[in-house]
């Protein structure tokens, strides 16, 4: 009986040896630590260059601007945390652990800890994610799960030195036919169609909401603008009904944004001129067309050449003038300026967008200038 339990001993020890050696090189090779036997009790213990440390840093985009709420994560695994309003953060990782840091609209980036106790991240923005993206009548949808006829453009493709936003739609949307009927400072606003006129009785402008609300267009700045979108056949308009029979156009403008106070300026110069104004002859030349032209009918002339010098010679300004009335009256060169300013920030608890705009313009008659102001508020808690 002895011998049997020195051999059953010897064998469990034998076997538990096998076995911690089998748990030494598992650990080893997962790169978390060794393990031995202590007092018939295996210890796992974990390498001192495989314990978590801190892992602190910012997350900003291009500009240097902190990206509230970006989530970093520890790849292949659930623990992660999130950006405050500063952009910093705060995680424990292992040295061979990846961080994935990711945020809504930028591209995501993945880096290896490798000991580094602060790691600090910039996003480059995904133009691509933003540009499948289309705002259509019931909320938002991907161009690619898209049926219904719909464009969509951005703000920065509709700022323009005019004095309406309407002059801008020409040639930008497919599908968008716009007249410009008049140049005059106030009410150069050019009619627009959707794919033709649709309905005759009850107007033929299509339906504009800005927001959700109808509004028109011309009453809105291009810095407002968020997103702008046409709506053009009847799978995209069905939802307002015989209101849309000749389009929709949506415009969102923009919101307030969980970051710091940003102010952005803009101003903008430019000049025009007439491009073809009639030319006139002076005075005593037309006098003398005029007796020619009579003289060649058989008539008596217009005026005697003694009056003719008279008006040649400038001697009285107002019983023989010599007035240019397009060069009194009309401007050979108009200049019209914008100058917009927009404040937009906010945190969790409360967001702000506001915007304010001067434009002036004159008209091709001098002292015929036109000057309006426009402001926009948005205030979300």
């Known amino acids: 009986m002895k011998r049997k339990s020195k051999q059953g001993r010897r064998l469990f020890k034998d076997a538990r040896v096998l076995y911690v050696v089998m748990l030494t090189m598992l650990f080893q090779g997962l790169g978390v630590g060794m393990a031995y036997a202590q007092n018939d009790t295996i210890v796992v213990q974990r390498s001192a260059s495989q314990s978590k440390k ?27 945390t999130t950006a405050n309003n500063d952009g ?32 600090n991240m910039v996003l480059d923005r995904d133009i691509q994610m933003s ?33 309406n936003i309407t002059g801008n739609l020409a040639g930008q949307l497919s599908g968008l036919i716009a007249i410009q009927r008049n140049a005059e400072p106030g009410r150069d606003a050019a009619e627009f169609w959707i794919r033709g006129i649709s309905t005759f009785a009850g107007g033929s402008q299509p339906l504009v909401l800005v927001d959700g609300i109808p509004r028109k267009i011309g009453e ?31 415009v969102t403008t923009k919101r307030g944004t969980i970051s710091k106070p940003r102010i952005s300026f803009r101003a903008e110069l430019s000049t025009a001129q007439p491009q073809r104004l009639p030319e006139f002859v002076d005075s005593w030349d037309y006098i003398e067309l005029a007796n020619e032209a009579r003289f060649n009918d058989g008539l008596d002339p217009y005026m005697t050449q003694e009056q003719i010098e008279k008006y040649r010679n400038r001697v009285d300004n107002d019983l ?15 200049k019209n300026q914008r100058y917009t300013v927009n404040f937009r920030g906010g945190a969790e608890n409360a967001k702000y ?29």
């Not at 801190?54 to 992660?80: C, D, F, H, W, Y």
């Not at 809105?220 to 156009?249: H, P, Q, W």
């Not at 001067?358 to 808690?381: A, H, L, P, R, T």
Request: net charge negative.
């Open 54 to 80: 801190r892992i602190t840093g910012k997350v900003t985009n291009t500009a240097g601007e902190p990206l509230v709420g970006a989530s970093i994560g520890i790849q292949n695994t659930t623990m992660g």
């Open 88 to 119: 910093l953060y705060v995680i424990d990782a292992l040295p061979t652990d990846v961080l994935t840091f990711s945020y809504t609209g930028y591209v995501s980036r993945d880096t290896v800890v490798n000991g580094s106790e602060v790691l």
């Open 131 to 163: 540009d499948q993206i289309v705002v259509v009548g019931y909320g938002k949808q991907k161009k690619a799960a898209m049926v219904s006829s719909v464009s969509s453009i951005t703000a920065k493709e509709l700022m323009a030195p005019t004095g």
């Open 220 to 250: 809105i700045e291009a810095d407002e603008i968020e997103t702008f979108s046409l709506l053009k056949d009847a799978a995209a308009t069905a939802v307002y009904g015989a209101e849309g029979a000749n389009g929709v156009i949506l």
């Open 320 to 334: 023989y003038p010599n007035t240019n009335w397009m060069n009194e009256l009309l401007a050979k060169n108009v």
């Open 353 to 381: 967008f506001v915007s304010m705009a001067y434009f002036n313009q004159d008209g091709v008659f001098k002292k015929n200038e036109m000057g309006k102001y426009n402001s926009d508020f948005d205030y979300q808690s």
